[in-house]
């Protein structure tokens, strides 16, 4: 497989490949073709699969290499959105989940769809759609190719197209059913790879105490000064918690999970173990990072991970693990990617083009869609090498713009009952062009931005901090047009009411009773 490896790491590699390959394949078989089964795995989820998928399906290749590569650069502070993550996971078990599953519901854009309308349904689909491809799968793909270009010699495109390939052949095939079962054995391996790749590296430097002698005590500054371009610690208490409440409770990537629990109990257990599980990056993730930072004085970037694979910290087999480790928590999350996709498109888009499709119909587009996002995942892979340095630093920064208008919508949909579906559309609309306008200014030269004074303003806020403030907006103007609006909803809560007769659209919440019927 690859010659800068031992025989025996080589066989562990392909042993792996060839495991994952006859367990996502063999749960494929079991009445994929129904809908329930193949989108949310028959709604018979226990807790251990829900917690390992959750965990699994987060943990993914920019995670052992971004979060190493900035550990390697600021430290343990960079592990605050881990910490937070444990938090904001009870959050989803103990308010989201109840919720969302009473709605009995196959997607997250639905649950908005019922609360609201389909504009805001919509636009979620789209949303999360788009940031599936340029966040989740295409910095997955480049996070793996980073390393395995330094460890392997292979390059991007050879990378890319068989990890995408493999992963997409198993999901593809069995839905949901096949990605759980095989993200329950990467659990596993990814775990084992990092512990045995941060044991080995603080062995080499020396222990804890070696870190703590050898590097600045900077890193081991957990509160970063307001004024950090990067980790504020306004921006971590104000922002980051933003963009957490998006990924966690309201982000069909992650929800699909608790969507397909088998009773509530189950989910909110999930959810625990799952955030139990979310203590281990601080040790495990990014450890190797600080060890790299000893071991490889001036490294830059998100070389730290490469380095270690590529010395000679490792000796024969445990190499092989480890990288067997990277592969599982790469294509855990790509299989995760493709599935929640692709149930978007079938089950958000393509009712919408044709309301009478049949089951088979929308399992036979959940399936064309996955393979679609498959081919588009390679095409992707040129446009990704733009991203040079802190994959995991630049992932944050994108969800900062993406996140806050659509936690506005859904804290306001689901407490406020007063919330109208011509507010949500507005906010989502101006908070989402407000945050597109941010994207745009950080992918263009930077001597063209501070010729304006108001661009350069606006691009010179941290992104944690503008967070927040789009946050502020956004729920101003669901708020304020809420009330604004209110006789207008009224009228359109009874016509929604008269359609609902007529069997074309479920009744929304504009006048309170969807809410009412879930809570």
Same mark, same amino acid.
């Given at each position: 497989?690859?010659?800068?490896?031992?025989?025996?790491?080589?066989?562990?590699?392909?042993?792996?490949?060839?495991?994952?390959?006859?367990?996502?394949?063999?749960?494929?078989?079991?009445?994929?073709?129904?809908?329930?089964?193949?989108?949310?795995?028959?709604?018979?989820?226990?807790?251990?699969?829900?917690?390992?998928?959750?965990?699994?399906?987060?943990?993914?290749?920019?995670?052992?290499?971004?979060? #190493?590569?900035?550990?390697?650069?600021?430290?343990?502070?960079?592990?605050?959105?881990?910490?937070?993550?444990?938090?904001?996971?009870?959050?989803?078990?103990?308010?989201?989940?109840?919720?969302?599953?009473?709605?009995?519901?196959?997607?997250?854009?639905?649950?908005?769809?019922?609360?609201?309308?389909?504009?805001?349904?919509?636009?979620?689909?789209?949303?999360?759609?788009?940031?599936?491809?340029?966040?989740?799968?295409?910095?997955?793909?480049?996070?793996?190719?980073?390393?395995?270009?330094?460890?392997?010699?292979?390059?991007?495109?050879?990378?890319?197209?068989?990890?995408?390939?493999?992963?997409?052949?198993?999901?593809?095939?069995?839905?949901?059913?096949?990605?759980?079962?095989?993200?329950?054995?990467?659990?596993?391996?990814?775990?084992?790879?990092?512990?045995?790749?941060?044991?080995?590296?603080?062995?080499?430097?020396?222990?804890?105490?070696?870190?703590?002698?050898?590097?600045?005590?900077?890193?081991?500054?957990?509160?970063?000064?307001?004024?950090?371009?990067?980790?504020?610690?306004?921006?971590?208490?104000?922002?980051?918690?933003?963009?957490?409440?998006?990924?966690?409770?309201?982000?069909?990537?992650?929800?699909?999970?608790?969507?397909?629990?088998?009773?509530?109990?189950?989910?909110?257990?999930?959810?625990?173990? #799952?955030?139990?599980?979310?203590?281990?990056?601080?040790?495990?993730?990014?450890?190797?990072?600080?060890?790299?930072?000893?071991?490889?004085?001036?490294?830059?970037?998100?070389?730290?991970?490469?380095?270690?694979?590529?010395?000679?910290?490792?000796?024969?087999?445990?190499?092989?693990?480890?990288?067997?480790?990277?592969?599982?928590?790469?294509?855990?999350?790509?299989?995760?990617?493709?599935?929640?996709?692709?149930?978007?498109?079938?089950?958000?888009?393509?009712?919408?083009?044709?309301?009478?499709?049949?089951?088979?119909?929308?399992?036979?587009?959940?399936?064309?869609?996955?393979?679609?996002?498959?081919?588009?995942?390679?095409?992707?892979?040129?446009?990704?090498?733009?991203?040079?340095?802190?994959?995991?630093?630049?992932?944050?920064?994108?969800?900062?713009?993406?996140?806050?208008?659509?936690?506005?919508?859904?804290?306001?949909?689901?407490?406020?009952?007063?919330?109208?579906?011509?507010?949500?559309?507005?906010?989502?609309?101006?908070?989402?062009?407000?945050?597109?306008?941010?994207?745009?200014?950080?992918?263009?030269?930077?001597?063209?931005?501070?010729?304006?004074?108001?661009?350069?303003?606006?691009?010179?806020?941290?992104?944690?901090?503008?967070?927040?403030?789009?946050?502020?907006?956004?729920?101003?103007?669901?708020?304020?047009?809420?009330?604004?609006?209110?006789?207008?909803?009224?009228?359109?809560?009874?016509?929604?009411?008269?359609?609902?007769?007529?069997?074309?659209?479920?009744?929304?919440?504009?006048?309170?009773?969807?809410?009412?019927?879930?809570?």
């Amino acid at each position: 497989m690859s010659s800068s490896l031992s025989f025996l790491d080589n066989v562990i590699i392909l042993l792996y490949f060839g495991l994952v390959l006859y367990i996502g394949l063999y749960y494929s078989r079991y009445k994929s073709n129904v809908k329930k089964n193949y989108f949310l795995a028959g709604k018979n989820l226990g807790w251990f699969a829900i917690g390992s998928s959750l965990f699994a399906t987060n943990i993914s290749s920019e995670h052992l290499v971004g979060l #190493a590569g900035a550990g390697s650069t600021y430290g343990l502070s960079v592990g605050h959105f881990e910490w937070l993550a444990a938090v904001i996971l009870l959050l989803l078990g103990w308010i989201f989940a109840p919720i969302f599953l009473k709605a009995d519901v196959y997607t997250v854009p639905q649950f908005l769809g019922k609360r609201f309308d389909d504009s805001s349904r919509i636009y979620l689909t789209v949303v999360s759609i788009f940031s599936y491809l340029f966040t989740k799968i295409g910095v997955t793909l480049l996070a793996g190719s980073i390393v395995l270009k330094e460890v392997l010699g292979w390059d991007m495109f050879t990378s890319a197209i068989l990890m995408v390939l493999i992963t997409g052949l198993y999901t593809v095939i069995g839905g949901l059913p096949s990605v759980i079962k095989t993200q329950i054995f990467q659990l596993f391996l990814l775990i084992l790879g990092s512990i045995l790749l941060s044991m080995f590296g603080l062995i080499k430097v020396g222990g804890f105490h070696g870190l703590v002698d050898k590097l600045p005590s900077d890193f081991f500054t957990i509160f970063k000064s307001p004024s950090d371009p990067n980790l504020p610690w306004t921006g971590i208490m104000l922002g980051a918690p933003i963009l957490g409440i998006w990924y966690w409770c309201t982000d069909q990537y992650i929800v699909q999970r608790i969507l397909g629990a088998n009773d509530i109990k189950s989910a909110q257990k999930g959810t625990l173990f #799952a955030a139990l599980l979310k203590t281990l990056p601080i040790f495990f993730f990014i450890f190797p990072g600080l060890v790299a930072a000893v071991l490889y004085p001036g490294l830059k970037g998100d070389t730290a991970y490469s380095l270690l694979l590529a010395g000679d910290l490792l000796p024969m087999g445990i190499k092989g693990l480890v990288i067997a480790g990277l592969f599982a928590a790469l294509m855990s999350s790509l299989a995760s990617a493709f599935n929640s996709a692709s149930s978007l498109v079938a089950l958000d888009i393509y009712p919408y083009l044709r309301p009478n499709a049949s089951e088979n119909e929308e399992v036979l587009v959940g399936r064309l869609s996955t393979m679609l996002f498959v081919i588009i995942a390679i095409a992707i892979v040129p446009l990704i090498k733009m991203i040079d340095i802190h994959i995991y630093i630049h992932l944050q920064t994108i969800q900062a713009y993406i996140a806050p208008p659509i936690v506005s919508v859904f804290l306001f949909g689901i407490f406020w009952k007063k919330a109208t579906s011509q507010a949500a559309i507005w906010a989502l609309v101006i908070g989402g062009f407000l945050g597109l306008v941010k994207i745009i200014l950080s992918s263009m030269d930077l001597a063209v931005i501070m010729q304006y004074e108001i661009l350069n303003f606006y691009y010179q806020i941290n992104y944690l901090h503008f967070a927040f403030y789009l946050f502020l907006v956004s729920s101003f103007i669901v708020f304020f047009l809420s009330l604004a609006l209110k006789e207008n909803a009224i009228t359109n809560s009874q016509n929604i009411k008269d359609r609902d007769t007529k069997g074309e659209i479920p009744a929304t919440a504009n006048s309170g009773s969807f809410l009412r019927n879930i809570k």
